[in-house]
């Protein structure tokens, strides 16, 4: 009789005992799901745009221009690399672009462009006086009046709008060479490398053109190599102060021209460049040459009076060991 009454305690026991367990499983449940991580939103990289403002007609390194000055505010973007880009339109309807001619200060879609590179240290960044330079040669613009825009944008490094700074209005006038400055046009270019002159060796470059108006008249057929460095080429430093150096430090190669004629044809004007005048360490390099007619080695401006014509973009290839 004992064993019956313990076997009915337990059953009626045990219907009580089973959904309470289930009840306190059920509420763990329920708090370690109330635990779980919520979704963190990140804001996206933005700017806010204060002031510009533009000095007109300043030099540097030589080159006649603007320096655009902008004032702006970087948010979210602590450590990232990015580039203030300015690009150059028509101020006209259509907002249609100024197109590069000669691959140095451009987009990669071929527009005329500056760029300066930024990485904030700081969030919010505040940029109270970043500046720009534009020569005004490389608006790669025909002589004339022109009502221009600037577009001036955040972008990302790899390319890709971050925020619309501002868009800025100006006009330009560029002036065109009088018959008294003359005038110049390449037939043919060409170069023998690895060549020996007075035991140096190096490049010599043939250039056979044309110039006009020029009777009597001092000028130069002046070489300036410049070394592509990103998407653009700039202007390479000569090693010593010599005869391979303008006023300026840029490495040069350069024969005086005194024209007989009204017209004066070049067949074969020959210029050498050894080697040892590259200021470059060791590695392989995408340099070019830039050719043209000049009254003095000091003016590569081809805005400049002095400035007689552009003969010729040479691009190739040299190995330093």
Known sequence: ?????????????????????????????????CASPHNIVIADPRASFEKIWVDYDVVEEGSKGIRIHVKFTAYEMLGMDAYVAIYFEYNNEAATTLKDKNSRYNSTDGDVAVYKSIKPQYNPAVYDDLQLFMPYSELDLDPGKYNLTMDVKLIYKQGGAISKLTKYNFEYTKAGNSLTNGSASLEKMWVDFDAFENGSKGMRIHVNFTVKQMKGVDGYMLITFERKEGDQYNYMSSRNDNDYSNLFGDLITYKKLTPCCETTVYTDLQVFMPYDELNLSAGKYDLRMDVAVTKSIDDTDDDSPDFIGHLNYYTFWYNKD
Do not use: C, D, G
């Not at 019956?4 to 763990?28: E, M, S």
């Open 1 to 33: 009789m004992k064993k019956i009454i313990q076997a009915t305690t337990l059953a009626f026991i045990f219907p009580f005992f089973v959904p309470t367990i289930a009840k306190a499983y059920h509420t763990i449940q329920q708090r370690e799901s």
